[in-house]
């Protein structure tokens, strides 16, 4: 988690940059289509980085609102100085390394980029779950290996199912490569 943060923290002046080359606007409009979104929805974006997939959520709710959640203070200070020129009103972000949320407290979760991270992304999975709300829907992109090579904790489909199949979800995976890197979106409902 701290090496995590450190990255991030330190890469955050050219994320903006660099991140679109792997998660552009087309993987972005994906998780949120696959959120299967409606306009009152309160919604968890967590490891929100800089905002990309948030403010795509935001564009989706009229009258719900977005949590941006990330352990990386310089990428949700990044994320907030472009709140500020968006001027989305329905978006709040939170920088809490031990941030709590309560259970059943949000109505959709996604996630880009961050389960492929995890020390333990079972345990992560169970804590996004309870947030959700029964009936709730999800939505993550997981990276697998890009230009050959694996992510921090390389997520195969085989090792995505076995850890959703032990949890109260319904779910889908597809797998898809694109710019030399390997893309598994996984949604559903819990």
């Keep these: 988690r701290k090496f995590v943060e450190n990255f991030y923290n330190r890469i955050s002046f050219c994320w903006a940059y660099l991140f679109p080359l792997w ?75 031990k941030k709590k949320f309560k259970k059943n407290s949000f109505d959709a979760v996604t996630a880009v980029g961050v389960i492929e991270h995890l020390e333990n992304p079972e345990k992560m999975l169970k804590n996004l779950f309870f947030v959700l709300k029964p009936g709730g829907t999800f939505s993550f992109l ?18 995505l199912k076995k850890i959703l199949d032990s949890l109260p979800v319904e779910y889908t995976i597809k797998k898809e490569k694109k710019k030399f890197t390997e893309y598994y979106y996984v949604y559903g409902r819990k």
């Design 23 to 97: 998660y552009g606007k087309n993987e972005s409009r994906k998780v949120v289509r696959y959120a299967d979104l409606k306009s009152r929805h309160n919604v968890l974006d967590f490891g929100c980085g800089t905002g990309i997939t948030t403010f795509e959520i935001a564009k989706h709710l009229d009258k719900g609102i977005v949590t941006g959640y990330d352990i990386s203070s310089k990428q949700v200070e990044r994320a907030e100085k472009k709140l500020i020129k968006l001027k989305h009103k329905n978006v709040i972000f939170e920088k809490s390394k």
């Design 142 to 159: 997981v990276f697998g290996k890009s230009f050959k090579i694996p992510s921090p904790q390389v997520m195969a489909e085989g090792e």
